[in-house]
Structures are given as structure tokens and as C-alpha cells.
T-cell receptor
Framework: NAGVTQTPKFQVLKTGQSMTLQCAQD?????MSWYRQDPGMGLRLIHY???????DQGEVPNGYNVSRSTTEDFPLRLLSAAPSQTSVYFC???????????FGQGTRLTVV | GESVGLHLPTLSVQEGDNSIINCAYS??????FIWYKQESGKGPQFIID?????DKRQGQRVTVLLNKTVKHLSLQIAATQPGDSAVYFC???????????FGSGTRLQVQP
């Protein structure tokens, strides 16, 4: 059982480049979310989805897009990378908001 | 506004002692609370959760206490071990909201 798989684990981008962070889960969970974690800080919600075809903004959505075409996948797209987006990104999934969330291992992104 | 915070950024304990990590929240409507453990370089891992209709819940070596009167949540770890060294986050949500709010985290250091 793979759980939540994030790729890539590490990425360096130049300012202005775009890229997609991949997230896949094999637990048939309806709820998926993306967080960013900056040094010494907690997790801040970027976007979330309560099911295929449904997405919504979290606390810090600017500069990011998401889509949820299938239950399994929830990619996060950076439109035009900025140094302020240097962070560690975590994807999570759970059956509902009121049940245990499983997190991926994270993607460490550096924008130069 | 809503917020979830922690009283102590770093907690240092001796191996074998009991640890208590505290968390305050401001939303009186919060009805679901979770504790996560994050080891260095890894994603957060679910420890235990509690709903607002409970005051206490126990797991293996961990106990979560909820005091709704003062909006305070605590995580107690019995017989703390070196493997318990990590950052611990509390998170909360409430009916009608569609996302968790995380606190900024407490680092637990276990001294041998």
C-alpha cells in the first residue's frame, strides 16, 4: 500500500518557470489537500479538494493552480515561480475532513 | 479570526519522563482536533484525534485532553523515548469549514 506519493522530492526552479508537483493516493480518499511549510512554521493550506471535479482555495492560494480530474490524483501547478514560493510542499489525503489524514513525504522546492 | 497556537516552541525532556505539549485555539465552534508528529525530513504523521464531545482520549502511550472551557488542548506522552523526538502539531476544524487549521508546532527533544 503506497499511501500518498509525491513527486519530485527535490526541485530547483528559476524565477518565472512553471512546473507541476504531482500527488497520487491509492486509498480511494475523497479529500485531498496541498500545504506549504516554511522553516520553523506550521502547515499552511494552499488548495484542497473534497472530491473529483471539486477544488477550492485555502489560506495561501495565490500563484498556484490545482485540478482534480480523478479521485487518485491532485496535481499542484506553479504558474510562474517566485523566490517566495521556496518551501516544502506536502500533499495529504483523507476519507473525510474528520478522519486521519495521510501525508506524502514532501517536495522541497527552491526558486532562484 | 481563527487561530491555533502553541505555548512552547521547544520542549526538552529526559528519556523516560512524561511529556506534555500544549495547544490553544480561539474558535469556540471547533469540534475536531488532531495531533500530528513530524520527524525531520518527513511528512506529518497522525498520532491521535478527539472530537469536542469528549474530554479525553487515550492511545498507545499518548493521551489527548480537551478543555473546551478555556479552549485548550494537550498531548501527553508517557515514558518519552528518543524516537519521540520530533515536531508536534495540533490542528483543528469545525462543522461547515472544509479545511484543517494547523498550529505552528512544538519541537520535542528527548535527552538520553
Amino acid at each position: 500500500n503506497a499511501g500518498v506519493t509525491q513527486t519530485p522530492k527535490f526541485q530547483v526552479l528559476k524565477t518565472g518557470q512553471s512546473m507541476t508537483l504531482q500527488c497520487a493516493q491509492d486509498m480511494n480518499h475523497e479529500y485531498m489537500s496541498w500545504y506549504r511549510q516554511d522553516p520553523g512554521m506550521g502547515l499552511r493550506l494552499i488548495h484542497y479538494s473534497v472530491g473529483a471535479g471539486i477544488t477550492d482555495q485555502g489560506e495561501v492560494p495565490n500563484g498556484y493552480n490545482v485540478s482534480r480530474s480523478t479521485t487518485e490524483d491532485f496535481p499542484l501547478r506553479l504558474l510562474s515561480a517566485a523566490p517566495s514560493q521556496t518551501s516544502v510542499y506536502f500533499c495529504a489525503s483523507s476519507q473525510t475532513l474528520y478522519t486521519e489524514a495521510f501525508f506524502g513525504q514532501g517536495t522541497r522546492l527552491t526558486v532562484v | 479570526g481563527e487561530s491555533v497556537g502553541l505555548h512552547l516552541p521547544t520542549l526538552s525532556v529526559q528519556e523516560g519522563d512524561n511529556s506534555i505539549i500544549n495547544c490553544a485555539y480561539s474558535n469556540s465552534a471547533s469540534d475536531y482536533f488532531i495531533w500530528y508528529k513530524q520527524e525531520s525530513g518527513k511528512g506529518p504523521q497522525f498520532i491521535i484525534d478527539i472530537r469536542s464531545n469528549m474530554d479525553k482520549r487515550q492511545g498507545q502511550r499518548v493521551t489527548v485532553l480537551l478543555n473546551k472551557t478555556v479552549k485548550h488542548l494537550s498531548l501527553q506522552i508517557a515514558a518519552t523515548q528518543p524516537g519521540d523526538s520530533a515536531v508536534y502539531f495540533c490542528a483543528e476544524t469545525s462543522t461547515g469549514r472544509r479545511a484543517l487549521t494547523f498550529g505552528s508546532g512544538t519541537r520535542l527533544q528527548v535527552q538520553p
